[in-house]
């Protein structure tokens, strides 16, 4: 005889599916078109799912945004904690997590427009999420204790500040991928490119590394 538990468990995976299939549905579909341009009723046809199940799980287009950004804010945190940068000695460590951080932004160009939607709504939404400022700590945290081993190894210069550092090395890759299409017409040459891609890279490398080695 089957117990009540574990009748409930297809049901459970059931309801997780469809949650997360409107997650991943809302995700595209604000990537697309923003958060104005994007309508329920397209993201229900695209998860394959009843439009009252949208509002059920997350109640309206406004919280089913702030969903999708939590989401892929949360990607992008589990990708950098597998790095395991206190492994690396210093210098590895911040190549690597600069050059994951290009690639990620490059392979993921929904992070950048989900990004860009939001800022242009001055972080409303985000303002209200307890977990996006739990997400961003471990990372910060482990920079600082790479930061450190290397000054004490005296490898790299000391008073660097492990946020401050972030942003920059996130910056670098941001600027150049969400505007890769304009830098190209302004400065006539092509930006999308293998050769240049990988340039950029080499440049953004440098400068990180460059202003860190003592």
């Known amino acids: ?8 468990e297809p049901r459970t995976r059931d309801a997780e599916r469809s949650r997360q ?36 799980y997350f ?56 990004v860009n939607s939001e800022n242009l709504h001055r972080a409303k939404h985000l303002a209200q999420s307890q977990r996006i400022r739990e997400l961003h700590s471990p990372l910060i ?7 450190e081993r290397g000054r004490t190894e005296g490898v790299f210069r000391g008073g660097v500040d492990p946020q401050q550092l972030y942003i920059t090395i996130a910056g670098l890759s941001y600027f150049y991928l969400s505007n890769r299409y304009t830098l190209s017409v302004i400065f006539g ?6 050769k240049a891609l990988q340039e950029r890279l080499s440049h953004i490398c440098d400068v990180v590394l460059g202003y860190l080695l003592r």
Not at 1 to 8: C, E, F, G, L, Q
Not at 80 to 108: C, G, K, M, S
Not at 141 to 146: D, H, T
Request: hydrophobic share 45%; proline share 4%.
């Open 21 to 56: 299939a409107i997650l991943d549905a809302a995700r595209a579909a604000f990537a697309e078109n923003g958060l104005g341009g994007t309508r329920l009723e397209h993201i229900a046809e695209r998860a394959g799912v009843d439009k009252r199940l949208i509002y059920y």
């Open 141 to 147: 945290e482990i920079l600082a204790k790479v930061l």
């Open 59 to 114: 109640e309206n287009k406004e919280k089913l945004f702030l969903a999708a950004l939590e989401e892929v804010y949360a990607d992008i945190r589990r990708a950098e904690l597998e790095l395991n940068l206190t492994e690396l000695d210093p210098v590895t460590a911040i190549r690597r997590l600069t050059e994951f951080t290009w690639q990620y932004h490059a392979a993921h160009p929904e992070f950048i427009t989900l």
């Open 189 to 194: 040459r092509p930006t999308d490119t293998p």
């Open 1 to 8: 005889m089957t117990s009540p538990k574990n009748a409930n």
